[in-house]
Structure formats: C-alpha cells, structure tokens
C-alpha cells in the first residue's frame, strides 16, 4: 500500500531498526567494556552507564530532528559551520589523550567536534548544492565556494590527528558533488592534490609511517602486522561461526586493545561469532539500504542530496570500521556507528537517522 507524500508517517521501519541496533550496541559495550571498567573505575557498569545516558539524549535527538523543518534549518548551515571549525580550534587547547587532541571538554561534558563537522557540512553542502543557481559543472564554482570551509576543517581534523575522519568527510564530499552532477574530471582534479600532499606526509615528514607499514605486512599476514591488527585476527578467529557466548569472550581481558570503542566489532565477533556479525552487519546495512530509499523517493534536489550525504557517511564510516578490523585498511581509530563506545559518534549517527526520518515524510513509499 503507498502514502502520500501528505500523509505525516514516519519509516517505521527505519526506526525499529536503528532502535534494535542501539540496544545490540548497549548489550555489546557492556559485555566487551565490564571487566575493564571494573578494572578502572571498580563498577562494571561504568561504560554502559555512560553509554546509556548518551543512548537517551540520542534518541531524544532523533524525535526532535524529524519534527524540524530541515530547509528552514539547513539557512544556518554556514554559522553552524563556523562554529564548529571554531570548536575544532578550540581542541588544541585541551590536554591530549593517547597523543590526540579530538576532545574539546566542558565540565563534565566531552565530545568531538569531528563528528559534528561530519555531520554538518553534509546539511551545508546539501542546502548549497540544491541552489539552481549554482552552476557546479563548472570548476570555479566547485572549488572556490567550498574550498576554504571545508579544506580549512579538513586540515585542523587530520592536524589532531584523526586521519579515519578525514578520510570518511573527504570521501563524503566527493560522493556528494558526484550526486550533486559534479563532472569527474574536476573531482579527480580536486582529489589528486590531496592525495599527493598526503602521502608526501605520510612517506616523506613519517606521519603515521609506521602503521601503513605494518598494514602492508598486515595485507600478506594479519599476524605479521601491528599488535592491534593482530589481535583483532585473532579474536575474530577465535568465535567461529556461533561465537564463545556473551560475556565469555577472552581477548577483552586486556589482549585486544579498545575492544569496547574502536574494535569492538572484532571482540563482538569472538563472543557472537560469524552468525551474530552477519546479523549486525544485516542491521547497519538495513539502515543505509532505507537510506538510500528515502534519498531515491526525495520530490527536491534538496532532500536527495541530504539523504544520500548522510547515508553516504554512516557507509563510509561503517566500511572504514570494519576494513580496519579486518587488516583491510591501516588502523585510523575510527568508531563503528550505533556500535561503539562514544557519544559524540552516537549522537550524530542518530542525527542522521533523524534527517532519514524527517525526509521519510516527503516521499511516497511502500
């Protein structure tokens, strides 16, 4: 049966579905994160806890995004950005952790303005783009409006570091002005000095040498690359098809590092298996496949291109994650969405749910 574009319905199923995914996010974090949070802060429910809270504002965030009006919204796109390329200025200024600084922290209060950057510049390149004035066939017109906004946030996210973030916007960007009519020899002509000033970095000044190094070695054996990858073969090795059990996995007891946050999809699979992964990957990949849907079903050039941005990311960022786990790409310490440990990444891959949601109620779908 179809509805009309009149009718104030939400995806519903698109909402039983990421609902279902916070809640496998929630059982894994606390079965991958108990035993080290009791370790460290001596309540095994301290990740959880935390995580829990950060589900709540996030699903909260969710109703009140699909209730908004997104083209009204989408004006503030250039301040928004603004802010948060402030925000990621700002992050330099705070103590580092394990060598980064990715979080700015107020009071109690921590994130990162990564994510948010992320998030945003696909509302300010959704609302841009759709101006029919805006003759994106022609290269001037490309590079120049967007350059400096999104190049100079670029640089302050690798500059933290966070490369698995610059990769997912980069990406990102580029799928969007591909969608937007963009021709391909003016993204090619966009990409390739980027490339180029990147791997002069990473082989000639040695930024992060040493980890695409080990994920060469990595590419002919897991077990010859870094500690982490190795790990992260070998616990995905041990769950088999049906996993050891909930709570019954062994590489968490300090072996796998960042088993709740970064890897957690390998220390899932030692406890669920083959057959729980597949599951999970069923649910993420159900998320995009309505994403995708609700982008095709868009009346305005608008709504096509937020929808298909922010589905665009969550795969990217879905695919980065479990290519790293997997020795597929080098390690980039990037979170799996609806997944891992971390508020910043859960609150905005909910937002984006939320832009789903919201465009959901312009199409005409079955």
């Known amino acids: 049966m179809k509805r009309s574009r009149t009718d ?15 809640v496998v996010g929630l059982v894994m974090i606390y079965s991958t994160s108990s035993i080290i949070a009791e370790n460290r802060f001596d309540s095994h429910l301290y990740f959880f806890k935390q995580q829990f809270l950060w589900a709540l504002l996030s699903v909260l965030l969710v109703v009140v995004i699909s209730r908004l009006d997104l083209k009204r919204v ?5 301040p928004a950005l603004l802010l948060t390329l402030v925000a990621l200025a700002l992050v330099f200024l705070m103590p580092a952790r394990n060598d980064a600084h990715r979080w700015l922290m107020l009071g109690p209060l921590t994130f990162q303005p990564s994510e948010v950057f992320k998030f945003v510049v696909v509302i300010y390149l959704a609302f841009s783009l ?81 980890r695409i190094l080990d994920y060469l070695a ?29 709570g019954e996995g062994h590489q968490k ?6 088993p709740h946050t970064d890897f957690i999809f390998a220390a899932t699979g030692e406890e669920v298996g083959l057959f729980g992964l597949l599951v999970i990957l069923g649910l993420l990949f159900y998320i995009l496949k ?30 980065v994650n ?42 005409v779908s079955s």
Not at 8 to 22: C, M, N, P
Not at 74 to 78: I, L, M, Q, R, T
Not at 253 to 258: G, S
């Open 8 to 22: 104030k319905r939400i995806d519903e199923r698109l909402l039983y579905v990421y609902l279902a995914t916070l």
């Open 74 to 78: 989408a004006v503030y796109s250039v």
């Open 130 to 210: 759709s101006n029919r004035k805006r003759d994106i066939a022609d290269l001037r017109q490309l590079l120049i409006p967007y350059t400096p906004l999104v190049g100079v946030g670029l640089l302050l996210i690798l500059a933290e570091p966070d490369l698995g973030s610059t990769i997912v916007i980069f990406a990102t960007v580029l799928g969007i002005f591909f969608l937007a009519g963009a021709r391909m020899k003016h993204l090619v002509t966009a990409f390739l000095p980027p490339a180029a000033a990147a791997s002069a970095v990473v082989f000639v000044l040695g930024y992060k040498k040493d």
């Open 218 to 246: 990595a590419v002919a054996d897991p077990l010859q690359g870094s500690y982490q990858a190795k790990q992260a073969a070998l616990t995905l090795g041990a769950g088999g098809f049906l996993g050891t059990g909930l």
């Open 253 to 258: 007891l300090f072996f796998l590092p960042y």
């Open 290 to 319: 309505r994403g995708l849907k609700i982008a095709y079903a868009q009346p305005d050039r608008f709504g096509y291109l937020l929808a298909a941005g922010v589905t665009l990311s969550l795969f990217i960022n879905i695919a």
């Open 322 to 363: 479990v290519s790293v786990v997997t020795s597929l790409l080098p390690v980039t310490g990037l979170p799996l969405p609806f997944i891992s440990y971390g508020g910043s990444s859960l609150l905005m891959s909910s937002a984006a749910v939320g832009v789903l949601l919201n465009l959901s109620r312009r199409t």
